[in-house]
């Protein structure tokens, strides 16, 4: 199975802070990386799907990049309502895996 | 527009079993396989496994095998996750989401208490 390794698993952030959350994949996913972010109490939404590709609707503040075994997450300036926690997930497989999670918090 | 609802919260006693349904419209079923994930409560995402919407074979994962029984009725654009001999460790919130992973089921709590 591929794993996801993602970092870090927490962070502190203030408004208008730039955001980079990581994710390793065990092996080649080309670029068939998804983020999600999820807010308690909800299903995950994805943001970002094919590692760069922003879902419609999605603040063009998101961005993703990677391709292979690294990924990366930026959010180039944090709002009030980024506070979430962000699962990256690959879809190379049939059979999914999802990072552990990055639960972003307000310093 | 693509929706999945999913059935209700359920309480269940040890032993139970419980039927989730996730019900799909706005799109041709068969298209796009289904696939469930399991969050536990303060836990991150697990994948559970998914369903050929054509077929209806299931292929579920590693530590989902045995107990978990995942089905369709296509007749009425309905996939259904089942799951038997209910164990403390089952309370979660499962979800339904399409292979295309942009669509997800609203997600279903079901606790196991005694």
């Known amino acids: 199975d591929i794993q996801m390794t993602q970092s870090p698993s927490s962070l502190s952030a203030s408004v208008g802070d730039r955001v980079t959350i990581t994710c390793r994949a065990s092996?080649?996913?080309?670029?068939?990386l998804n983020w999600y972010q999820q807010k308690p109490g909800k299903a995950p939404k994805l943001l970002i799907s094919?590692?760069?590709s922003l879902q419609s609707g999605v603040p063009s503040r998101f961005s993703g990049s990677g391709s292979g075994t690294d990924f990366t997450l930026t959010i180039s300036s944090l709002q009030p309502e980024d506070f979430a926690t962000y699962y990256c997930q690959q879809s190379y497989s049939t059979s999914w895996t999802f990072g552990l999670g990055t639960k972003v918090e307000i310093k | 527009q693509v929706q999945l609802v999913q059935s209700g919260s359920e309480l269940k006693k040890p032993g139970a079993s419980v039927k989730v349904s996730c019900k799909a419209s706005g799109y041709t079923f068969i298209s796009y396989a289904m696939n469930w994930v399991r969050q536990a409560p303060g836990q991150g995402l697990e994948w559970m496994g998914w369903i050929n919407t054509n077929t209806g074979n299931p292929t579920y994962a590693q530590g989902f095998t045995g107990r978990f029984v995942f089905s369709l009725d296509t007749s009425v654009s309905t996939a259904y996750l089942q799951i038997s001999s209910l164990k403390a460790e089952d309370t979660a919130v499962y979800y339904c989401?399409?292979?295309?992973?942009?669509?997800w089921g609203q997600g279903t709590l079901v606790t196991v208490s005694s």
């Open positions: 989401a399409l292979s295309s992973s942009k669509h």
């Open positions: 092996q080649s996913i080309s670029y068939y």
């Open positions: 094919a590692a760069s």
